[in-house]
């Protein structure tokens, strides 16, 4: 199973920004996907879910209403729509695959006037 994020980068307080995860070397249309974010000096945050077939979205408080989640299952990848981004949502983006077993190697998102 490989994971590989992009789209991290330098944005505004305000501002917004896509993530995006390539997946390969599994059945990726048939599990959950999950993303996870690990701010400076802190721990894990699971911000994140979409089951299979996009259907269902799980998000934190932290994210809701400004994150959006979302799955192209023909392109095998997975996507996480960013808006409206706070100081506080600076941190490394982390895609996890099936059953919190494969991590990509994470993308920097820092949030900054």
């Known amino acids: 199973e490989q994971l590989v994020e992009s789209g991290g980068g330098l944005v505004q307080p305000g501002g917004s920004r896509r993530l995006s995860c390539a997946a390969s070397?599994?059945?990726?249309?048939?599990?959950?996907m999950y993303w996870v974010r690990q701010a400076p000096g802190k721990g894990l945050e699971y911000i994140s879910a979409?089951?299979?077939?996009?259907?269902?979205?799980y998000y934190s408080d932290s994210v809701k209403g400004r994150f959006t989640i979302s799955r192209d299952n023909w392109r095998y990848t997975l996507y996480l729509q960013m808006n409206s981004l706070k100081v506080e949502d600076m941190a490394v983006y982390y895609c996890?695959?099936?059953?919190?077993?494969?991590w990509g190697q994470g993308t920097q998102v820092t949030v900054s006037s």
């Open positions: 996890v695959g099936p059953a919190f077993a494969s």
């Open positions: 070397g599994f059945s990726f249309s048939s599990h959950w």
């Open positions: 979409i089951d299979p077939r996009g259907s269902r979205t």
